[in-house]
Every structure is written in structure tokens, then in C-alpha cells.
């Protein structure tokens, strides 16, 4: 009963660097999230994927891209690693997009620090 | 003024004693309201939902939402050293202005129960 994975859960990158931060899940959830979560700032929405097929920017997108490969499987792409990137990253899915009344469920995180 | 307010605390409470954390939101059309409890370096666990005004209770914690005066907040009796965490409160915010309804995150209460 794995809900959601995320892979890797530790990296640590140079500037300039690119990496491709990896998350399934298997709830056969129709919707998938990526945040970042810095210290007091709460967790942020970069972007997300409302259904297969379709995905769309969040509050902060800049410096990401995103891909949703089929339903199970959304990733998160940086394309140059930069300082301001250093974060926790965390997938989420829910069975629909949240017009409705549907919590997230998370993954487990990836600590990423951008030298 | 955030969308989502919470203190960040700490809140030191007593083993045994009733832990209150609030939460206030900007939005006053919002419907959806949630509860998450992030243990230190792991994801976040949703514990409760509440979507009308009044007292949702479930187990040891118990939701309260008052719309009129869009704060929403969480009780947990008999508090143990094992519910020391940071508790996120989550709303959905209505945008009218297209795009999605949004869930944005507070930043967190850190619990702290002592024995």
C-alpha cells in the first residue's frame, strides 16, 4: 500500500545543474501536485496536473517544468538548479482536482539543496 | 494580509492537557477546510475535514469552523508526547476570476506536548 513515491529522496546539485524529480502514485487518483516547502512559508503549489493529459502552473512556477507521463506518474523537472531552488519538494494526488471537497495525499518528500 | 494565518508557535501544552490551534482565512466564500499534521521531516497526514459550521469531532481532535468570522480551529484533548508535530491548516479558496479554486496552506502551529 504505497500511496505515493517520490524518488530521490535526498539530492544535492550545482548551480546550473538540471534533474528530473520523480513521483507515482498508485490510488488511481485522476489528480497530481507538486509543492515546495520552505521555512514559514507554509507549502506552495508549483504545478499541477487536474487530470491526465492536462497541466497547469500553480503559485510558483517559475524555474520548473512538469510533465504528467499517464495517471499514475507525474514528474518535476529543473532544468538550471539555482540557490533559490534549495527546498523540500513534495507530490501530492487527490482523486479529483479541488473544486470539490477532496483532501491531498503526499508523498514523503525530496530534500534538495542547490549549491 | 496571507490567505491563510496561523501562529507558528511553539504551543507548549502539558501531557494530558486540551491543545487549541487556530486558524483564520482571507476568503469568505471558502467551503473546504482541512487539517494536517506534519511530523519533523516527514510529509503531511491529513486528520480532519470540516465543510459546514459547528464542531466535527473524531477521536481526540474536533474541528470548529465559523465561517462569519472565517477562523477555523482544532482541539485535541488528552494531548500526548506523541502528538508533538507542526499542524497545517489547509482552505480551499474560491477564485472567481477563472483558473482553479486554489488550496492554500498556512504555515503551520508547532505543537509541542511535555510530560
Known amino acids: 500500500n504505497a500511496g505515493v513515491t517520490q524518488t530521490p529522496k535526498f539530492q544535492v546539485l550545482k548551480t546550473g545543474q538540471s534533474m528530473t524529480l520523480q513521483c507515482a502514485q498508485d490510488?488511481?487518483?485522476?489528480?497530481m501536485y507538486w509543492y515546495r516547502q520552505d521555512p514559514g512559508m507554509g507549502l506552495r503549489l508549483i504545478y499541477y496536473?487536474?487530470?491526465?493529459?492536462?497541466?497547469d502552473k500553480g503559485e510558483v512556477p517559475n524555474g520548473y517544468n512538469v510533465s504528467r507521463l499517464n495517471k499514475r506518474e507525474f514528474s518535476l523537472r529543473l532544468e538550471s538548479a539555482a540557490p533559490s531552488q534549495t527546498s523540500v519538494y513534495f507530490c501530492a494526488s487527490s482523486e479529483f482536482f479541488p473544486y470539490s471537497n477532496q483532501p491531498q495525499h503526499f508523498g514523503d518528500g525530496t530534500r534538495l539543496s542547490i549549491l | 494580509q496571507k490567505e491563510v494565518e496561523q501562529n507558528s508557535g511553539p504551543l507548549s501544552v502539558p501531557e494530558g492537557a486540551i491543545a487549541s490551534l487556530n486558524c483564520t482565512y482571507s476568503d469568505r466564500v471558502s467551503q473546504s477546510f482541512f487539517w494536517y499534521r506534519q511530523y519533523s521531516g516527514k510529509s503531511p497526514e491529513l486528520i480532519m475535514s470540516i465543510y459546514s459550521n459547528g464542531d466535527k469531532e473524531d477521536g481526540r481532535f474536533t474541528a470548529q469552523l465559523n465561517k462569519a468570522s472565517q477562523y477555523v480551529s482544532l482541539l485535541i484533548r488528552d494531548s500526548q508526547p506523541s502528538d508533538s508535530a507542526t499542524y497545517l491548516c489547509?482552505?480551499?479558496?474560491?477564485?472567481?476570476?477563472?483558473?482553479?479554486?486554489?488550496?492554500?496552506f498556512g504555515a503551520g502551529t508547532r505543537l509541542a506536548v511535555h510530560p
Open positions: 490510488m488511481n487518483h485522476n489528480s
Open positions: 489547509a482552505v480551499i479558496l474560491t477564485t472567481f476570476s477563472g483558473g482553479y479554486n486554489k488550496l492554500i
Open positions: 496536473s487536474a487530470s491526465e493529459g492536462t497541466t
